[in-house]
C-alpha cells in the first residue's frame, strides 16, 4: 500500500529509533568486492540480534559514499533443522522490517520450526537506517494531508499547492539521500545484504509493497531466489507503479466495507450496532462524512477537527483489520451523538515525522514518472467520485510526484515469467490496500513461475494474520518442505 504501508497502517508502523544520516568515504576496497560479513550484536528486541550494512549511496558509485542500513536476525532455534535464511521484505513504502520482525517473528519462528534464520532490515531512509527530511510543516505531515482528499465540493486546489510546496521542500532539503530512495535501489540493497550474509541464495516473504519489491529482485536475481512468498500483492505494471496502486485503494475499499456493514449491524455489537442493515450502515457512514464536510466536529485532540475526510481516512485504514471494527464504530457513534466529543484514533491524530513522510513520498515518486496535467487529475476526481464514493476521489488525485524534481533514475522493471518456479503467492480477497484485481495482474505477469492461494477474507496481510489455517498451511508447506500447489488454489 502504498502503501504507506503492512501492519496496520505506515503511521502506526514507523516508530523505530532514528539515526542521523552520515556520509563518509568508503575505505579503500575494490569496486567489486563484496561486503564484509555482519558483526552481530544482542540488541533487545524479541530477542533478535542487530547489525549494521553499509552500503553505497549511489550502486552506481561503489567507492563513493557510504550509508548504513540497520539489519536484524531472529536465528533460527533449532541449528539441525535450518536449512537457510528467510529475508522478511517490509512493506510501505516506509515500513520498518525491523518492527515486522519483532511483530511477526516469534510466530514465524513457531510456524516454521527452525527451519531459517529469520532476517529483515530498515530499508534507507526507515527507522534506524540512514534518514532523510523534507522539513514539512506539521499540517502536511497528517495523513490526511500527505494523501490528497479533495475539498468537500471536489475542488483540488488546495492539493496542487500542497503537493507543489511538498515536491519544491523535499527538492531543497532532501538531499542525495532522498533522491536515492527508490525499489531499484533497495532491490541492490537486498542484493548487498545477501552477499553480507554469506549466502549463495534468498527465501523470502515479502508483505504488500515488499510483493512488488521481491518480484522486482526475483525479475533481476533469479538465480539468487530459492523460496518466494508474496504476500498480499501489488500490481506491477510498470507504466504506474504506486500511481496505480494508489488508484485501487478505491475498488480496494468498496471490496472491504461491506465486511464493517455486516460487522456493524450485527445484533451481537450492542451498543456497537449502527443499524438494522448492512446497506443502512453503508448509507450512514455516506451520510456523516458529508455532514462533517460542511461542518467539521472538534475532538479530544487540540487543534484537529474531525472533518469528513479524516472520517474517511479513519474508515480507510480500519479497513486493514477486524480488529479495528469497534474503533470505527465507535467513533461513528462519538459522531452521531451531539453531546458527545469524537476521539480519534492515532493514525489519523496526529502527524507523522517529518523523515517517515519524507520516504513515504520519495520512494512512489523516484520509481516512475507521475503524470502533470491539473485539469486531467480534476476530470478524474470527478468521475471517481461518483463510481467510489467511500473514497471521494482521493485515490485518483494529484501528489506531489506530479511536481517532483527528479527523474527516475532507470525505467521501472517489467515482470515476466522468465525465471525459476519457485513463487507463491497468497491473497485475502477483500484487500483494501492490495485489492484482489491488482494482485491478478501480478499472478499474470509471473506465469508459470507462480501459484496463488486464495483466501476468501477480507484485511490486509494473509499469512500467519487472517486466521485461515488453509492458507496458513499451504505456505508453511512450501516454505518447510518446497511443496507448492500444482495449480492456484481457493481457501474458504
Known amino acids: 500500500m502504498i502503501g504507506m504501508t503492512t501492519s496496520r497502517v505506515l ?15 568508503n575505505p579503500s576496497s575494490a569496486a567489486t568486492a563484496a561486503p564484509p560479513g555482519l558483526d552481530w550484536r544482542p540488541c533487545g528486541v524479541a530477542g533478535q540480534e542487530c547489525a549494521d550494512l553499509p552500503v553505497p549511496l549511489s550502486h552506481d558509485d561503489p567507492d563513493g559514499p557510504q550509508i548504513t542500513l540497520a539489519v536484524s536476525r531472529l536465528a533460527s532455534d533449532r541449528p539441525e533443522a535450518r536449512r537457510g535464511t528467510l529475508l522478511v521484505v517490509p512493506g510501505g513504502p516506509g515500513g520498518s522490517g525491523i518492527r515486522r520482525l519483532s511483530q511477526q517473528g516469534p510466530a514465524l519462528q513457531r510456524e516454521l520450526g527452525g527451519s531459517y534464520d529469520l532476517v529483515s532490515f530498515d530499508p534507507r531512509g526507515v527507522g534506524a537506517s540512514s534518514r532523510t527530511s523534507c522539513r514539512l510543516p506539521e499540517a502536511d505531515r497528517h495523513l490526511v494531508t500527505l494523501r490528497s482528499w479533495p475539498a468537500p465540493d471536489g475542488g483540488i486546489a488546495q492539493n496542487v499547492e500542497r503537493s507543489r510546496r511538498t515536491a519544491d521542500s523535499c527538492a531543497e532539503h532532501g538531499g542525495p539521500l532522498l533522491r536515492s530512495l527508490s525499489t531499484a535501489t533497495e532491490v541492490q540493497d537486498i542484493e548487498r545484504l545477501r552477499q553480507a550474509l554469506g549466502e549463495q541464495k534468498l527465501s523470502a516473504y515479502g508483505v504488500s509493497y515488499g510483493t512488488y519489491v521481491g518480484a522486482v529482485y526475483a525479475q533481476k536475481y533469479p538465480a539468487r531466489t530459492d523460496r518466494w512468498v508474496l504476500d498480499s500483492n501489488d500490481d506491477p505494471n510498470p507504466r504506474r507503479v504506486a500511481r496505480g496502486w494508489l488508484a485501487y485503494m478505491a475498488r480496494g475499499a468498496e471490496d472491504r466495507f461491506p465486511d464493517f456493514a455486516a460487522w456493524a449491524a450485527d445484533p451481537a455489537r450492542g451498543d456497537l450496532r449502527l443499524a438494522e442493515h448492512p446497506g443502512d450502515v453503508r448509507e450512514l457512514f455516506l451520510s456523516l462524512a458529508a455532514s462533517l464536510d460542511r461542518q467539521p466536529r472538534e475532538t479530544t485532540t487540540p487543534g484537529v477537527p474531525l472533518t469528513g475526510n479524516r472520517l474517511r481516512q479513519a474508515m480507510q485504514t480500519t479497513l486493514y483489520s477486524d480488529a479495528s471494527f469497534p474503533q470505527l464504530a465507535l467513533l461513528i457513534r462519538q459522531v452521531t451523538d451531539p453531546a458527545a466529543t469524537p476521539v480519534l484514533p492515532p493514525d489519523v491524530a496526529g502527524p507523522l515525522s517529518d523523515e517517515d513522510a519524507a520516504v513515504t513520498m520519495a520512494v512512489v515518486c523516484n520509481d516512475v514518472r507521475w503524470p502533470h496535467s491539473v485539469p486531467a487529475y480534476q476530470s478524474s476526481i470527478t468521475a471517481n467520485r461518483a463510481r467510489y464514493p467511500l473514497t471521494a476521489g482521493m485515490p485518483a488525485n494529484i501528489t506531489p510526484c506530479s511536481f517532483w524534481k527528479d527523474a527516475p533514475a532507470a525505467k521501472p522493471v ?20 492490495t485489492p484482489y484485481a491488482g494482485a491478478l495482474e501480478l499472478r499474470a505477469a509471473l506465469g508459470g513461475r507462480a501459484r496463488m492461494v486464495t483466501v476468501e477474507r477480507g484485511g490486509h496481510g494473509a499469512y500467519l494474520n487472517a486466521g485461515n489455517a488453509c492458507g496458513d498451511r499451504l505456505v508453511t508447506r512450501f516454505l518447510v518442505t518446497g511443496e507448492r500447489p500444482a495449480r492456484d488454489v481457493v481457501c474458504g
Not at 11 to 25: D, K, S
Not at 414 to 430: A, E, F, K, W, Y
Request: proline content about 6%; glycine content about 8%; aromatic content about 0%.
Open 414 to 433: 517489467r515482470i515476466t515469467g522468465d525465471g525459476p518456479s519457485n513463487v507463491l503467492m497468497i491473497q485475502l480477497r477483500r484487500d483494501p490496500a
Open 11 to 25: 503511521a502506526l508502523m514507523l516508530t523505530a529509533a532514528a539515526t542521523a544520516l552520515t556520509l563518509t568515504g
